[in-house]
C-alpha cells in the first residue's frame, strides 16, 4: 500500500497554494523586511533550523565550506535535542494534516537543503517502519 505523506517543502517566498496547508518557517533566521501582516507563514520554528555554528560551517563563514554529507550528519546529530518539535509535528501529520516546510528564499537547491532533512526526520517520526518479524525456525535438513 502506497503511503502518501502529506508534506510538502517550499522557499517562503513560494506563492501559497491551497495543498499547503500549514505553512512552517523552518530557517535560523525571520527573513529581513517582511512585515508581520505580509508573513507567508503560519508559525516559525527556529529549532528545526541548523545551529549558527553549522550554518555558518555549510556557507564557508568559518573556513572552507563543509560536504553536503558533513552538513546531513551535524544537522541530524543537532536534532536529537529538537525532538519535541519533530514528535510533535510528526503527531500533526500522523493525524492527517498537510504541512509544508519553507525555508530561505535564496535556498534554491532543494536536494541540499535541511528542509528535506526535516521532512525525512517528521515523516520517519510520524510513521516509523515496522519492527522486523521474527523468522520461523527453519530446520534444514541435509541430504
Known sequence: MLRVVPIRTKRWNDPREVEDGYRLLI????????PRDEETWDAW?????????????????SGAPISFAE??????????????????FAAR??????????????????????RILVKTLIEEAAFPPPPPTPQANVIRRRS
Open 45 to 61: 520554528c527556529k529549532a528545526l533550523a541548523p545551529s549558527e555554528e553549522l550554518h555558518a560551517a555549510a556557507y564557508g563563514k
Open 93 to 114: 501529520v500522523r493525524s492527517g494534516e498537510t504541512m509544508t516546510l519553507l525555508c530561505s528564499s535564496a535556498c534554491v537547491h532543494e536536494a541540499r537543503c535541511h
Open 71 to 88: 552538513y546531513t550528519e551535524r544537522f541530524r546529530v543537532e536534532m536529537e535535542r529538537q525532538r519535541y518539535w519533530i514528535e510533535s
Open 27 to 34: 530557517c535560523r533566521y525571520r527573513p529581513r523586511g517582511v
